[in-house]
């Protein structure tokens, strides 16, 4: 442990015992009954305040605002809250939508290599990825898997898929960006807590809301239905009560865009063409551009039943369920330039240009037998779901003793069990040309040749693969709140947790292709849509062909065997997508939570023990354990284990009467992602690279110091400004090694440049800024600024030092107007250039980018209202690259509108 790590462990311990000996010298002063039922009455109170702003229902846009920074204003720990409006009804259509609008906090699209989407599907907090933020809903972890067939696979993070918690769930969300020793280990700087609702929570006997709409996607042109409903009763008494909310959600997605599969290849400085042409030895060109056209329905639906029972004043036993699936069945199309298969050793025309080490401008004239374009259309039958059980207990078992127990299972599947596959070429002899403008506009390019049905020269498929996630956990909680009568220690926390957490990949069937292309070539086809890609600019193929889902689908599973066993090397068993990493983790912590005349806070220790075992594959062997005809493997099992005790201590001192000073310091523990951990090595013949994990990977240990200044000067008014730094021993980053994998081409070993995730340290600091100002009584803003400046030591390809995630500067402008009877709200949000991670051997970026959303709602009556939302208002242009003069792809999603009507009784 550092020297710096000691000081911080040691100042912390110092807190618990000086609030301890405050408590004890204060407790022999407290002599008289009459003191004592004070203090009883006191801590009573305590509770029940504390119980009631985590219950209260708030209605509209102003109510909801309020709510929040009453809450945020109350805790002893840096946060920040997003509350819904009424029943039902975030403040948008996803609850990461929701959250980026919120200082410190980042969202993206997608969590792996598939690109820019228009619904955001991950969060990360103060300039770190996706993978370091823990999400929790209702206190508890969610098995989370992914509808994308990589994410499946070897791209898996611990970050949870927002795109299956609809906001209609939500009654708050409360971001914790500094930790305490009583929340559950796993955030660098805290968790993301996604809180539902309760039973008995409800004002009524008898509650309901209901939600009937529709959203037009204008990418697709289609309108798709939406509902939520919820009903919740509760008996006289107030003793007893059933909650149950259902949803059903659809919507067409389509993205048009150019893509640059793998970036930019390097002409050989020994190749004949380099000889010939010395200016163009170790001069990249483009080795794939495509005219890439996605297209996708999105059909989520599932609900939540929640069940109180409170027998007596002192005990209330709860079970809560929840389930969560959506289809996501795709078609993606990408009609390509193959640089690679001539612009490595096929000379240009005279007159081309280099620039930056890029050949920037080209024209190749047309080689008979050289194919010139190669075209993937792979259509493929998606999901993902995820589901909860709990069985909950608070019990207060006296008034100075309060505990509450939590068991529970959850289970996340991400699965694509088909495949349909079609690899064609074409352009046979038809020569291309290109001219590329950096990484700010799409490269113009253009092929020749017959690039219809009829110039298809080869076919290829691999589909029929299939391929599934599995991500569960089981776990119980034992959590105790002892309350003093008198003293500077108002109560202390102390408890247990257990957790078993399992995640794998499977790859264990598979179809054998026959000979479909006789089968296909004359199957029904499609064009791509007349304004395909005007959004995002450039001169490349859009008036294209492609083989309909429908036909591609059928043709392959006419002419495929399916294997009754995919074993063995000519078995479709693909070992190299296997891997499987399971978890143990057992904790147990200790805070304080103390109060005087115009200050609070706490401080505590959480000791975390986790045993890890790890199974993978190592494709590094010529005797292997396992083969098939995707290569062969040895089997490796690893086994890790840590233990560490992480301080935490949170300062709040009210300054004035509306301002608000904090300080909060704190060690963490965030275990590297599953696929660090367990991918399996693999290698690529194409172009001798590869990849795979690393089970000897350490945690990351952060440790982070908080201060910040808040000045809440009216209702619904707040100034303030925070500053932090996150030091990070052992950050995971991606590093290239060359390594002897098997080939299966040559079936021996063979160098391969293989990218693999390795420890180095890392550093955050920052600076977030809000100002949230009423104007009126029906008008408000809302703004703020996060600064975050990451770096580690680990140097990447590129020479730099970048953190994946990390957005140098985020900002949020929004503004709303709300009487008793409409009410409107428009935001703009922007992120600058982060680093996404690898293109095979190559780190690259995605671009800044902003978003524009509006919504109007209109109140009929008291049980009626009309909603309009609109998400992506810009259209904004999605840009990744991977550098100032290789651009990586461009993407298009269109906008969504969302109209809505809302009974509530």
């Known amino acids: ?78 946060m920040e809250v997003v509350t819904a409006e009424d029943v039902g009804k975030l403040p948008a259509h996803n609850v990461a939508d929701t959250l980026q609008r919120l200082p410190g906090v980042n969202i993206s699209s997608s969590s792996a290599d598939e690109g820019g989407f228009d619904e955001a599907d991950r969060v990360s907090l103060r300039g770190t990825s ?127 865009a150019q893509e640059v599969p793998g970036g930019f290849a390097v002409i050989d400085p020994t190749s004949p063409l380099a000889q010939s042409n010395p200016d163009l030895a170790g001069v990249s060109v483009p080795g794939l551009l495509g005219s890439t056209l996605f297209e996708q329905v999105r059909d989520r639906k599932g ?25 996501a069945n795709n078609y993606n199309r990408n009609f390509m330039l193959w640089g690679g298969n001539f612009a490595t050793s096929q000379a240009p025309e005279p007159g081309y240009t280099v620039r930056d080490g890029v050949l920037t ?21 998606a999901s993902s779901k995820t589901q909860y059980y709990t069985l909950d207990a608070e019990w207060n078992i006296s008034d100075n003793l309060s505990a509450k127990f939590q068991a529970g299972t959850t289970k996340g599947v991400g699965e694509t069990p088909r495949q349909f596959i079609a690899e064609v070429t074409a352009a046979n002899g038809g020569g291309a040309s290109w001219t590329t403008h950096g990484n700010s506009a799409p490269v113009d390019w253009s092929v020749g040749g017959d690039i219809s049905p009829a110039g298809v020269t080869s076919f290829g498929t691999w589909g029929n693969q299939e391929v599934r996630a599995v991500d569960k956990e089981n776990w119980f909680t034992a959590d105790f709140s002892q309350y003093f009568n008198a003293g500077v220690v108002q109560s202390f926390d102390y408890g247990v947790r257990y957790a078993k957490h399992d995640r794998e990949a499977q790859s264990p069937e598979g179809a054998s292709p026959g000979d479909i292309w006789p089968a296909l070539q004359n199957g029904a086809t499609a ?49 190299g997508a296997e891997w499987s990493v399971d978890e143990k983790n057992l904790a147990a912590y200790f805070q304080l939570n103390f109060e005087g005349e115009n200050w609070s806070g706490n401080a505590g220790l959480r000791y975390v023990h986790i045993k890890q075992g790890i199974d993978t594959y190592f494709a590094d062997t010529v005797t292997p354990d396992v083969s098939s005809l995707f290569g062969a493997w040895d089997r490796r099992h690893y086994d890790n284990s840590y233990s560490r005790v992480l301080p935490s201590a949170n300062l709040k001192f009210n300054m004035a009467e509306n301002v608000v000073f904090r300080f909060a310091a704190s060690q963490t523990q965030t275990l590297p992602d599953y696929s660090a951990l367990g991918a399996s090595s693999y290698g690529s013949d194409l172009n001798r690279t590869g990849g795979g994990g690393n089970p000897k990977l350490k945690p990351v240990i952060s440790t982070n110091l908080d201060a910040g200044l808040e000045w809440y000067f009216m209702p619904r008014g707040l100034l303030s400004a925070t500053a932090y730094s996150m030091n990070m021993k052992d950050y995971v980053a991606y590093g290239v090694q060359t390594q002897m994998l098997f080939s299966e081409l040559t079936h021996q070993l063979e160098a391969y440049q293989v990218s693999m995730p390795i420890n180095a340290d890392a550093k955050v600091t920052g600076v977030e800024l809000a100002y949230d100002q009423p104007i009126g009584e029906y008008f408000g803003i809302n703004t703020n600024y996060t600064y975050a400046d990451g770096s580690s030591d680990y140097t990447w390809a590129d020479g730099s030092n970048h953190l994946l995630g990390t957005s140098k500067n985020t900002y949020n402008v929004g503004a709303y107007f709300e009487n008793d009877t409409f009410g409107a709200r428009v935001s703009y949000t922007r992120r600058s250039s982060f680093l996404i991670g690898l293109s095979g051997t190559h780190p690259y970026y995605q671009d800044s980018f902003g978003t524009l959303s509006a919504s109007l709602s209109y109140k009929a009556t008291d049980w009626l ?14 840009k990744y690259y991977q550098s100032a003069a290789i651009p990586t792809s461009f993407y298009e999603n269109g906008r969504q509108y969302y109209l809505s009507a809302h009974l509530n009784f």
Request: glycine share 10%; aromatic share 8%.
């Open 1 to 78: 442990m550092s020297h710096r790590k000691t000081l911080l462990a040691a100042s912390i311990v110092a807190s618990l015992c000086l609030a301890g000996a405050l408590h004890a010298q204060d407790a022999d002063q407290a002599t008289t009954g009459a003191d004592a039922t004070t203090q009883t009455s006191k801590a009573q109170s305590e509770k029940d305040r504390i119980k009631q702003l985590s219950t209260v229902t708030v209605t509209g846009i102003r109510g909801s605002v309020e709510k929040a920074l009453d809450i945020k204003r109350d805790s002893n720990s840096t």
């Open 527 to 575: 064009n791509y849509p007349g304004n395909f890609a005007e959004g995002i600019g450039g001169s490349f193929p859009r008036d294209l062909w492609y083989f309909t889902p429908d036909a591609l689908k059928q043709a392959i599973i006419a002419n495929s065997t399916w294997l009754s066993n995919n074993d063995g090397p000519t078995g479709r068993h693909n070992y």
């Open 303 to 327: 609900g939540l039943v929640e069940v109180q029972f409170r027998p007596s004043d002192d005990l209330t036993v709860s079970a809560s369920g929840f389930y969560s699936k959506m289809e």
């Open 130 to 256: 996706p993978s370091l933020t823990q999400t929790l809903i209702n206190g508890h972890g969610v098995g989370s898997a992914d509808w994308f067939v990589l994410s499946q696979g070897n791209n898996v993070g611990r970050s949870v898929s927002y795109t299956l918690l609809p906001s209609e769930l939500v009654s708050r969300v409360e971001v914790h960006k500094s930790s305490e020793a009583r929340f559950q280990d796993g955030g660098t700087t805290g968790n993301v807590n996604i809180i539902t609702r309760k039973p008995l929570d409800f004002e009524k006997q008898v509650s309901g809301a209901l939600s009937l709409g529709g959203v037009y996607a204008d990418g697709p042109g289609k309108t798709d239905p939406q509902f939520s409903g919820l009903f919740n009763y509760k008996n006289d008494q107030n003793n007893f009560g059933v909650m149950v909310q259902a949803f059903k959600q659809k919507r067409h997605l389509r993205r048009e």
């Open 865 to 878: 209202s009309f909603s309009l939302d609109v998400l992506n208002l810009n259209n904004p242009t999605i």
């Open 361 to 381: 401008n080209a024209t190749y004239a047309g080689v008979p037998g050289t194919n010139y374009v190669v075209y993937d259309m792979i259509y493929r039958e």
